[in-house]
């Protein structure tokens, strides 16, 4: 079974996303973490547990993903319209949000930025 930081990367590529350029697992490269220029997501593993236990044994594994949106300065899309087509990939994909959180301007960068939690349940195959 693919990692959880991997299935979201496929969650997104699936969903044609023409205003990401860049995704990252784990964390942003040094060189480029200062680039402003550019809409990057970031990936990062945040539950991989198992979950719904019976008979004293659990019955599925739970996992989830922290996704950072770091939007470019140049950005002249909706933001509010791509963050809910990002999680209508991510329901349709099997996984349910667990968070949404606001989004705020970093004050170092000037770049909006934008936190989901997205978690998953998997049953069959343990």
Request: proline share 3%; net charge negative.
């Amino acid at each position: 079974m693919q990692l959880p930081a991997v299935q979201a990367k496929n969650t997104f590529q699936n969903g044609n996303f023409n205003f990401i350029d860049n995704i990252y697992q784990g964390s942003i490269p040094e060189e480029v973490q200062n680039n402003t220029d550019t809409t990057d997501v970031l990936i990062q593993e945040y539950i991989n547990e198992p979950f719904y236990y019976a008979n004293g044994m659990f019955k599925s594994w739970q996992i989830g993903v922290e996704v950072q949106i770091f939007y470019s300065l140049k950005t002249d899309f909706n933001l509010q319209d791509a963050e809910i087509n990002v999680a209508k990939q991510f329901l349709n994909d099997g996984w349910r949000i667990d968070q949404s959180k606001n989004r705020v301007k970093d004050p170092g960068t000037k770049q909006w930025t934008k936190v989901f939690y997205f978690i998953k349940d998997i049953k069959g195959g343990l």
